[in-house]
């Protein structure tokens, strides 16, 4: 948790709303694996970086060695001098495979959605305020 600023800003992209400053990131993690005691590690698979205060990477999610299902994800960091004077992390976004699959299906949404906003652009104004 050194890592990551006092005031840093964290994204899952599963949930409604950020994850702010240190003590709620870090409450959010320890939520997050309280049922794995031991033997969960988080593995990199490729990590990609344009700039020296940003990057990008891919990831899995392993349990006592073995891939847990459905655990793949991506995810952003940008560092910067934090509150606390140190080079740490002040942004993060995670974004974590689906455990559904609905494939071609999607797209069938997507032009769904996409026409109903056509028909009624006020409701992009909905949308984007949530």
Known sequence: MSFISEDCRYE?????KPFVGRQAIRAFFEEQTSFFKDGLDFVIDEISGGSSDSCGLTWHVE?????FPNSRGCSYYRCA????????????RDMVESALKPGSASLVLLRFVAALFKRFPKLLDVASSE
């Open 12 to 16: 899952d992209m599963i949930y409604t």
């Open 81 to 92: 001098v934090g509150a606390d004077g140190k080079q740490q992390i002040v942004y993060g």
């Open 63 to 67: 349990f006592q060695g073995k891939v």
